[in-house]
């Protein structure tokens, strides 16, 4: 039997986003459609191209040999495509593929991808979620052209725009939290939080006030999927510390009540990046993505300000 292109397409998905669930999610097909895959390339090839752990999955040496072919061959085929059209003289759409986690991606995934259309200047966008260290590795390695993400640093071949400090609500459904806009962080972080998985930037930036404070540690409670965290969220059976943007669809509803967090300010910075010689973006592409976000951001409710935001750079004002 042999390799087929869905096969590879699955396999880049899994290394790249490092689990099965993630990948799965991305692609937007079941989990064990991808692990029945998965299996049948390991079955044919008759080598073990996974190596299962406790945070997920990594490719072994054979499947590192695999993901670079893998990856070429995605690359040929999508030259094809483009020489093919091309030949019959009709525009081709460039890809650009750009990385997100799950609560900018909500925010801004649609939109981006009409904007990006709207600009007419041939471009199609694909928008993937995922956590920001999985993104910033996959900026470098060519699988996104452009990441967004928490707490970027200055990175090795990467360059780096930091955007805004986002400051994180406490949410809840209705009647669950104690009355009013505020809760202090003591009582934040005793109630029943759940988190969008252990590399979430909200579990991190919840654990590290805990500690800064000398408060007792947020139980660990993750979910691997952030639809099944929300209705975690809806149903009652748990509070969150998290960005606003994850919840404001609901918030705006009336299915979940937000509150300002009193005692400390629990926030992450926001930026975009990309490779050092821009992955050979259109120019004025990433001004465009970060002044998308601003203007995004500052749609929500005022109540949830950012801070240190930038005025639109003139390159992003005249792609409008």
Request: net charge neutral; hydrophobic share 50%; aromatic share 6%.
């Amino acid at each position: 039997m042999a390799l087929t292109l869905r096969q590879l397409q699955y396999f880049i998905a899994v290394t790249e986003m490092g689990s099965i669930t993630h990948a799965a999610g991305r692609l937007r097909v079941a989990p064990t459609a991808v692990s029945l895959q998965i299996k049948a390339m390991e079955d044919d090839l008759g080598v073990a191209l996974l190596e299962r752990h406790s945070r997920g999955v990594a490719p072994t040496a054979a499947g590192q040999e695999l993901i670079l072919r893998a990856r070429q061959i995605r690359e040929a085929v999508e030259e094809a495509r483009r020489a093919v059209v091309a030949a019959a003289g009709r525009p081709v759409a460039r890809q650009i593929r750009i990385g997100a986690p799950p609560a900018v991606a909500r925010l801004i995934g649609v939109e981006a991808i009409l904007a990006a259309d709207a600009r007419r200047d041939g471009i199609s966008l694909q928008v993937t979620e995922g956590w920001t260290a999985e993104l910033v590795n996959l900026v470098r390695e060519g699988g996104v052209d452009l990441a967004i993400g928490y707490g970027l640093g200055p990175e090795p071949g990467l360059k780096v725009r930091e955007l805004f400090a986002e400051r994180f609500v406490f949410a809840a459904a209705p009647g669950i939290g104690p009355p009013g806009p505020t809760i202090g962080i003591a009582a934040a972080l005793a109630s029943d939080l759940v988190f969008y998985g252990e590399r979430s930037i909200s579990w991190r930036e919840a654990e590290a006030a805990a500690r800064r404070l000398g408060l007792p540690l947020p139980a660990r409670r993750w979910v691997a999927s952030v639809d099944v965290w929300r209705k975690f969220l809806l149903q009652g059976l748990g509070t969150a510390i998290s960005p606003f943007a994850a919840v404001a669809e609901e918030c705006h509803r009336g299915e979940l009540v937000v509150q300002e967090i009193e005692g400390a300010t629990i926030e992450a910075r926001l930026g975009v990046a990309t490779r050092d010689d821009a992955g050979g973006l259109p120019p004025g592409f990433a001004d465009f993505i970060a002044d998308l976000i601003g203007r995004a951001f500052r749609r929500m409710d005022p109540q949830f300000r950012l801070r240190d935001h930038p005025p639109p750079s003139p390159a992003a004002a005249a792609s409008r």
